[in-house]
Structures are given as structure tokens and as C-alpha cells.
């Protein structure tokens, strides 16, 4: 059709559209309606949460119109007019219509009543058109705008760490191993659990950089908050202590909360409705006041003083397990809280040692409904207490000299933390489960697509 663009988003559609105008588009059939006098389509392309609607004329062809159920996808074009509807200002006059691919009904997975996201899991390759996984992955997408924003705008360089590597970044030796390392690479080689190490080569000759990017863990936690395979967002500042890192994890967060609540507005109501009731008013609660600031060790007198019973125990020396986590962001505190000063054996081996020679100058970041959401610490930055640190933990520095040597060579103190990208997804959605913000979760038992 002359004069207008067939593959202008829906989203761009809306923004123009105007009365008496033509009009083309494409997407997919979202739901098709037919009455003796008038037929209605909507259609979606998923770049809005809306549709367009169409109407037709009841004497279509009877051919084309068994083809226009749920799922088929289509380009049509027509006139916008007035809409005597509630839910849209506009639709379409259709004048013309064409299935581009047909979508056999009978056999569709996705049929108009709802179903469970737990059924969904198992048609990941269809359920990006569900309204909840349009959403996500629009939440997603705008996420990873924000974060490279917040960055960018404060000058930090954005660094591609590797994705194979030699080195177990948090010693936790949760590595997936590369079947041809030896023969290929003559020593063996992992997919990275994180860039940090990689990325404080480049704090200690850029300043201020982030990664983002995919890291891989083979813990063996089938938990709802775990995945194989996680983005993390991790900025590494030199010249900088763990006071600097906990005001910039604030900033941050608070940040790129605020500039997704305005970019997804429409999609997050989505989440508030149907997901997690009072979402919305939840999240901004969360980031209007500053967060709380404990150590493990206020941290364990809190809990002990909550009279409340835990299945793990509690106390200095034992670790902050999930339920403790959630004590203390959501009922204690009611927002997000930094935890700093954990003991020296729960922690990586690079943190820097505190002069209790106890505690090591790390923080979690816990927010309510979910736990710990960030990690990060200030690193040891003196070359014998590093070398002490892994001493202690039986680790060989043999294929860490390179790290060593950022300490002999204009060593500065800094730090930085990594946040869970998917976390952070489930944190702003209310999604209970990693699996249903992941497009292709990876978890214990499931890799295959
Ligand atoms: O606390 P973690 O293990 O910290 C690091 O990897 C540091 N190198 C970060 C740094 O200081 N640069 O992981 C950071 C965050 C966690 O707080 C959590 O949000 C997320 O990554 N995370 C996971 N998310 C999904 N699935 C998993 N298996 C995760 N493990 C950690
Ligand atoms: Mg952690």
C-alpha cells in the first residue's frame, strides 16, 4: 500500500495514529472474534502491551476467515476510525488482510485460558507470546537499557570479560568444565561464575568499569532463585573502599529501579495486578528512603533478639541462609539492607581482611521478598595478605600470578559487586521463580532448549 510503511511497530502505530489515516501492520492474531454482522481481530507484535483492533466485514471469504484464529500471523491494512469501544480510542477499518503464516488451532499450545507458568516452562519457544512473557522480556530488555545508562552516564567503561577461563573467580569451585580444554587450550578451562577478576585489571588501568554479561555456575540448587546460567552486572572501581561501593550499589539500584517503573509502566501494572498484589507501591516504598546498613555481626544480635524460630541456626560463625535474609529485609527492616563485615570463612578468598583479622570488608544487599540481590566487597589489595588468603584456603596462586601481580604493580585499594540480573528481574516483576524471567532458563536437568 502506497504511502504507509508495513512494518512500523505497533507501538509507533498508536503514538500517530489519527482519524481518516491509512494504516498497515503486521503481527500475530492475539483474538479473533465472529458475529453474524462484524468480525474483530486483535492483533499484537509485542512491542507494546497493546493491540491494535481490526474490524472486518462479515462477508469475508469463508476460506480466509477460518484462518484468522489465535496465533496466525497477518498483515492488514485500512483506515483508522473512531471506536465506539471501551478499551481503544482507535481501530482499524480492515480493508485488506492476509495470513503471512498460518496457525493450526486444534493443535496451538497457547489457547485463550489461562494457564500455568509451570506449564508454560515446557513451551519455552511459545510462551514470549503469553501476556505475562511479552511483558517480561520487554521488563528485561528495559532493564539492561538502564543499567548500561546508569553506567554510561557516569563515564564507566563497559569491559567484555572473558567467558572461558582458567581462573574460579569465587573459589567455590561450582565450575563447568570444558570437555576439550586439555587438548585444546593445554590446561583446563571453565565457563566463568564471574569477570571480576578479569575486570580489576581494567579498574587498575580505567578506573571505573563494569561487565555485564552471562555466567555460569554449576551449583547443584534447584531453587527458585538459582539458574546455571545468570547475567550479572558487575562495576569495579579503583581508588575506592567498601563505603564507596555501598553508596554506589544504593545509587544504582535506586536508580534503575525509578527509570524502569517510568519506561514499563503499562507492563509492570501487568505484574502488580495479576502476579503480586501492591507490587507497585511495594517497590517504591523500597527505594524512597535510604537502605539500612548492619553488620553479620548486628545482623546475628537482630536475629537472636527476634524471638522468631529458624530451621537454620543462627549466631557469629553460621551463615545467613534465605529465611534469615527475609527476616531481616522484610520484617525488621522493611527495605533493602547492605550486611558488611562477614566473617572471613564464608567469604571469597580476595576480600579484604578486616584488622579484627576476623570479619572481611564484604556486604550483601538484601531486599524484601527476595534476599540477597547484590554481592560485592572491597578487594585485598596488599599482595601477602592476599597470598595468606589463599594459603589458608589451600588454593594454588599458580593460575592466579596475573592477579597477584595487580599487586605488585601500583596496587590500589578498590572494589566493586555483582548484581543478579535475573534477581533483579524477579525483585521488579514479583515473578516468584528465575525459570519464568529467563527466556531460556538453565537449571539442574534443563538445557536442552
Ligand atoms: O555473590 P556473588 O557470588 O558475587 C560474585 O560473583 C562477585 N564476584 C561479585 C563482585 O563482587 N563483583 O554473586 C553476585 C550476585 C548474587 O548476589 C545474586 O544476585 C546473583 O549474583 N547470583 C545468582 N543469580 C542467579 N542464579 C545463581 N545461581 C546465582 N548466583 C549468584
Ligand atoms: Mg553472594
Partial sequence: MAGVDRRTPIRRLLETATEGEPVALTGWIKTSRFSKNICFVHIFDGSTPRTIQGILSADLDPALKSRLGIGAAVRLSGTWKASPGKEQDLEVAVETIEVI???????YPLQKKRTTLEHLRTIAHLRPRTNTHQAVIR???????QIHRFFQERGFLWIH???ITGADAEGAGELFPLAN???FFGHPAFLSVSGQLEVECFAQSHTDV???GPTFRAENSNTPRHAAEFWMIEPELAFADLDDVVALAEDFLREVTHAVLDQCADD???FDRFIEPGLLAAIQAAVAEPFARITYREAQAILEASGASFTYPIGFGTSLQAEHEQYLA??????PVFVTDYPVEQKAFYMRLNDDGQTVAATDLLVPRLGEIIGGSQREERLEVLQAQLQRRGMSDEHLWWYL????FGTTPHGGFGLGFDRMLMWLTGMKNIRDVIPFPRTPGHAAF
Fill in 210 to 212: 563494569y561487565t555485564f
Fill in 139 to 145: 521488563i528485561r530488555n528495559a532493564l539492561a537499557w
Fill in 101 to 107: 503464516g498460518d496457525c493450526a488451532p486444534s493443535a
Fill in 405 to 408: 601481580d595487580l599487586r605488585r
Fill in 161 to 163: 570479560t572473558p567467558i
Fill in 268 to 270: 509492570l501494572a501487568l
Fill in 330 to 335: 522484610e520484617q525488621h527492616f522493611g527495605k
Fill in 181 to 183: 580444554a586439555l587438548e
